[in-house]
């Protein structure tokens, strides 16, 4: 029995002056997917997330998550209610290559902020969630700490508790490990592994090609604005059928090497 569809995107479009970032962008996400969004710097895998979270207005296009939905064929973005466009980002958790905690904060306070302030729970709530999620990232002991004393890699792994404490349905990173020290990026990719093994949708904006072969259900190559490929890593990473995807992966394997 086939998985109901949590994120459908029809002909996205989005441009900055006359710059043509997205271009026609079409694609459809089961819950419990994770999909990786691989491609070279400038082809608009971040754009497309800030899209799916109205963090950019798209020009052109449908885009709906879970039960709601934005025409933007239909509605000017500069009209929306700012009360719409809270309620849907409320169904999704962005995590960002830089963690933008607040530093006057301590992990557990930068946590529960959202809770408290957005949502309106009560404070002894909103902590015994925080806690948990900490603990589910691995940062319990770190809860009365401020950010400053913290490693670039248990920022993000509080930028993503941060992220879950809203209770998202779907979870977008861009580049999560992109900032980090490459002996931090484990820690972090070991969190969003398991937030896979637990079923939460995800799409993720990565240079970690291994990582996107590991967990992803479901690879797609992006290339000026474009899906140039989409499918299993198996296929996208390991047999890729066009001749950009190519190109793409064996830079990124010399790199690597």
């Known amino acids: 029995m086939s998985k109901p569809i949590m994120i459908s995107v029809r002909g996205l479009k989005k441009s900055f002056g006359q710059q043509e970032v997205l271009k026609d962008i079409n694609l459809e996400i089961a819950r419990g997917e994770v999909v990786a969004l691989i491609g070279p710097s400038g082809s608009g895998k971040s754009t497309l997330l800030r899209c799916l979270n109205l963090l950019a207005a798209p020009n052109h296009g449908v ?114 490990t992109s900032a980090l020290d490459p002996e931090l990026v484990g820690e972090v990719l070991n969190v969003i592994k398991q937030l896979a093994e637990r079923g939460m949708t995800m799409i993720l904006v990565t240079h970690e090609i291994a990582f996107a072969r590991e967990v992803a259900d479901k690879v797609i190559f992006m290339r000026d604005g474009v899906v140039v490929e989409a499918g299993p890593p198996a296929q996208v990473i390991d047999a890729p059928t066009q001749a950009a995807t190519r190109a793409f992966l064996s830079r990124v394997h010399k790199i690597a090497a």
């Open 63 to 176: 885009i709906k998550i879970g039960s709601e939905c934005f025409d933007f064929d239909q509605t000017v973005p500069a009209k929306v209610s700012d009360r719409a466009m809270a309620q849907f980002r409320a169904q999704t958790g962005m995590v960002f290559q830089h963690f933008n905690l607040f530093p006057h904060m301590t992990v557990v306070q930068n946590v529960m902020e959202g809770p408290v302030t957005v949502l309106r729970r009560p404070r002894a709530h909103a902590r015994a969630q925080a806690m948990k999620l900490l603990a589910q990232v691995g940062l319990a002991e770190k809860a009365e700490m401020y950010p400053e004393k913290l490693s670039g890699g248990q920022k993000q792994r509080v930028a993503i508790a941060r992220a879950l404490a809203m209770d998202p349905e779907v979870m977008l990173f861009d580049e999560a």
